[in-house]
């Protein structure tokens, strides 16, 4: 029982890393792309690979999981510079799925039996607990840094740049570079998280990457509310946990899975109906609307269209 | 200073301005008038890189412009306002004169973890010439409060005092006076009329006749996407034919 | 591989007969893009329903074939009308963002494919116990019965629906509605009709779509959400976004595609090449998309973007 609480607080705590890192391309960057749990996939795959096939040391893959999240990102975030609203989504969309889809197909990556014998960080009776240690560490630290980067001259420049981009730019701002930098580090702690993940549990499918985990972190990031530092936090928090709870019913896997995958989306359904504004609602920006408006009519200031 | 030659530019099949063009120097002050849709601020928007002209040349201070992306025009010095404030309404009115700065350290992450201590006095000296300028426009006062609160000619003093933090050499303003009433049109009236004792080259569209004639060096008539004259204020509108196409497109 | 005559015309002729159901999704998919103005991913879930709906009829019912397919049809028309009226009204209303609108699609998706591995199990099923289909040789080439109710099926139903569109008024109230919600609005129409009228139309085309599928193969729950949903999204982009019928052609072309391209690579690359395609034409090209679109009918605030040349101040 209480390694399946740690689990959930490790898992808890890479969906807050993810959704953080998420927030900073959605909330913060005010970039409509789906395409998050790609970066998520190649932190996992890119870690898991390098420290089994050649033996670089964990700590090691695990910043060049992140790493390589982070210079992927420019996939989606130089193409949001010329398209924006539906077409970014739907770019980043076959982004997404074209990654997955490789993954799916190449011997390298296990294709579609996916990866296993992944190396383990921690082994010994404590695992889970120094695991749980490590990950929220790392989260605290994460978001600290966040809080810190969108506070200060940053914050300054990133609110003025959802304000109004064009005015943003008359003024010397380069909002592309902000832009493309927001969408690197969210990218990256993606990565960094999926590098966590895979040494923990130790297998990785590609259909952990699909669409379905694109909407479950977009709803992580917008029940909490986007561009706040804490909205993310509690959402990913609170949607990791809640499908969890009707494991206590110890039904049979054939109906527990989809069960579990009916009250997902279930959920899902009713935070957008129930509390679009978002958990902290009621403000200009953050919850499911942030985006509507300026937000998806931007303009492609700065004249490189 | 800035001059542009041969600037056209069309929007579907309406053509919005045809070779134009325009010299600003420093030390003197051009207006551009016109009716409304006359493609002042079309111009304008060629000039700042907001909109790409179909032909034509923008030099600045010898160097060629016109393939610069706004936010480049605006680090060699050309500043514009906009004819509504286009203030950001989540920042206090200090930082939104404070994100103006030139030079902003603090606009990349490498700075702000390398040269840290840099950005912070840099910062500093930041806020004190926008407080500066707050209190120039006689809103110092209210330097922590929303942009949201102010009155609408408040806001377009807070859009100038963030225009003159970039500290260019050129201005371009576009309807300053516009939507501005009570005490703040002499403070509008009293910044602009400084920035051009102090030498800018700066170009102003406007309605507001008194304004023009008050500041104004010379000006630039323009009608239909065309300049169809220029000269000095007083010969401009005691011509009749421009009163024509001025008031007749009011009609 | 020998590329003879009689292979090529193999390949096209059942590439054409499978890109029957293509065409139906494409179209479907496209027309309530164009009309209610939704990218509605959820169209995966009411493939499912449809599926399950008709597997019930056939195989715990016992209904007669067309019985069965109408009441498969019924059922999905009701959800989709339900989706229209509750979902997507509610979200227009509060002018919802993009996003929005992608997370309860996809979400909605999903709960509708769990919903029917819970009951029905994940194993792949056919409508029919028996899937057989006559075949007889015609020149060089094996026809199956099942090809022509394919063909005849798709051409039935796109000039049904090009018939519709055209010559009814609730079709010519939908393409006004397509074109300009409030400004149809003030000439007495009633969007929200058309809206339902559009998930009603859609979630015909889905069924027979999904009648031919289960009548020719297994099908698993999540195939619709993995496989036909990606491509009607990709026949619709290929179609120029709001293009009705050039997107169902696009579902044939892309279904004749792949057909051939067995000739040359391995069946699996062939899905990366269509996300690389949607991936290319809308950042390469965005400006003919979006064009497209813009003089189409779905122009919507906040859904596009790039191609307003929004500088500066318009309004003054």
């Known amino acids: 029982m209480t390694e399946f609480f740690l689990t959930m607080a490790i898992l808890a705590g890479l969906n807050v890393l993810l959704a953080s890192g998420f927030n900073m391309i959605l909330g913060y960057g005010g970039l409509v792309s789906v395409a998050q749990p790609v970066f998520y996939a190649i932190g996992a795959y890119t870690s ?142 993606a990565g960094l998280a999926g590098a966590l993940y895979g040494h923990y549990f130790l297998f990785l499918t590609p259909d952990q990457f699909g669409i379905f985990s694109s909407a479950t972190l977009l709803t992580m990031v917008v029940v909490g509310g986007a561009a706040t530092v804490r909205g993310p936090v509690l959402g990913a928090i609170l949607l990791t946990v809640l499908p969890e709870a009707i494991r206590f019913l110890q039904l049979p896997v054939s109906i527990m899975a989809p069960l579990q995958g009916v009250l997902f989306s279930a959920l899902v359904i009713l935070f957008i109906f129930l509390k679009p504004e978002g958990l902290f609602g009621g403000t200009a920006v953050g919850g499911l609307e942030a985006w509507q408006g300026r937000g998806t009519a931007r303009s492609k200031a700065g004249g490189r269209v | ?95 939104n004169v404070m994100v103006s700065e030139r030079d902003y350290l603090g606009e990349s992450i490498g700075n702000l973890i390398f040269r840290h201590g840099e950005v912070e006095r840099a910062e500093d000296d930041a806020r004190d010439r926008a407080l500066g300028f707050l209190d120039r426009v006689g809103l110092a006062a209210r330097a922590d409060s929303l942009s949201t609160r102010l009155s609408y000619g408040q806001q377009k003093l807070v859009g100038l005092a963030r225009a003159l933090m970039n500290d260019g050499r050129c201005i371009l303003l576009d309807e300053p006076m516009a939507g501005v009433e009570g005490r703040t049109i002499e403070t509008m009236k009293a910044v602009v009329r400084a920035e051009a004792e102090a030498g800018k080259a700066i170009c102003i569209v406007e309605h507001n006749i008194g304004f023009i004639r008050d500041i104004c060096d010379s000006a630039v008539f323009m009608f239909n996407g065309r300049i169809v004259a220029s000269g000095s204020i007083d010969d401009l509108l005691a011509d009749k034919r421009l009163g024509a196409l001025y008031f007749g497109s009011h009609a | 591989m020998d590329l ?176 300009d919600p409030d400004l149809a609005e003030m000439y007495g129409i009633d969007k929200n009709r058309a809206y339902a009228v559009a998930m009603m139309l859609s979630a015909v085309l889905l069924s027979a779509g999904m009648y031919l599928i289960g009548t020719k193969a297994a099908m698993f729950p999540a195939t619709p959400m993995n496989q036909f949903l990606i491509f009607a999204v990709i026949a619709t982009i290929m179609g120029g976004i709001g293009n009705v019928f050039a997107a169902g052609v696009a579902g044939v072309v892309l279904a004749l595609m792949q057909s051939f391209s067995v000739l040359v690579i391995a069946s699996t690359w062939q899905i990366l090449l269509l996300y690389i395609l949607i991936f290319v034409v809308i950042v390469i090209f965005p400006q003919g998309v979006v064009f497209k679109f813009r003089r189409g009918p779905s122009r919507q605030a906040g859904t596009l973007a790039p191609a307003v040349e929004e500088t500066g101040e318009k309004q003054a």
């Open chain 1, 48 to 189: 898991a690979l390098l420290s089994m096939k050649l033996g670089v040391p964990l700590p090691l893959a695990m910043l060049a999981g992140a790493a390589l999240a982070a210079i992927a990102s420019f996939g989606v975030s130089l193409p949001s510079l010329r398209v924006s609203g539906d077409y970014l989504v739907i770019a980043s969309m076959g982004f997404q799925l074209g990654i997955v889809h490789v993954i799916n197909n190449i011997e390298l990556t296990g294709a579609a039996s996916g990866l296993s014998g992944i190396l383990s960080a921690v082994e010994g009776p404590g695992r889970s607990w120094i695991y749980a240690a490590i990950v929220w560490t790392i989260c605290a630290v994460v978001i600290l840094g966040i809080r810190w980067l969108v506070t200060g001259p940053y914050g300054r420049a990133i609110t003025a740049m959802r304000n109004d981009e064009e005015a943003f730019a008359s003024l010397g701002r380069d909002a592309m570079r902000i832009k493309v930098t927001l969408f690197a580090v969210g990218s990256g702690i």
């Open chain 2, 1 to 95: 200073m800035l001059s542009a030659r041969g600037l056209t530019k069309k929007f579907g099949g309406v053509v919005v301005a045809q070779d134009l063009d325009l010299d600003l120097e420093l030390g003197r002050v051009v207006a551009l008038i016109g009716p409304n849709g006359a493609g002042k601020t079309t111009l304008f928007n060629m000039l700042t890189g907001f909109v790409r002209p179909d032909g034509g040349t923008i030099s600045f201070d010898g160097r060629r412009i016109e393939n610069m992306p706004a936010h480049q025009r605006a680090r060699v010095g050309i500043a514009r306002t906009w004819q509504r404030p286009r203030l950001f309404e989540s920042l206090t009115l200090l930082d």
């Open chain 3, 4 to 179: 003879s005559f009689e292979l090529i015309a193999q390949l096209a002729w059942t590439g054409l007969a499978s890109s029957s159901s293509y065409c139906l999704f494409a179209m479907a998919f496209a027309l309530v893009l164009k009309v209610n103005r939704v990218w509605n991913f959820g169209q995966a879930g009411l493939m499912v329903v449809s599926y399950f709906g008709m597997y019930t009829a056939f195989r715990l019912l016992d209904l007669p074939p067309l019985a069965g397919a109408v009441f498969g049809a019924a059922i999905t028309i009701a959800v989709a009308v339900a989706l229209e009226r509750w979902g997507f009204g509610t979200l227009r209303r509060r002018n919802s963002s993009v996003l929005t609108f992608f997370i309860f699609t996809i979400a909605l998706a999903h709960g509708l494919v769990y919903t029917a591995e819970l009951f029905f199990g994940t194993d792949p099923k056919t409508l029919f116990p028996s899937i057989i289909s006559p075949v007889r040789l015609v020149g060089p080439i094996v026809v199956s019965d099942w090809d022509l109710t394919a063909l005849a099926t798709a051409a039935a139903m796109t000039t049904a629906l090009w018939l519709f569109m055209r010559k009814t008024g609730e079709g010519k109230a939908m393409i006004a509605v397509s074109d």
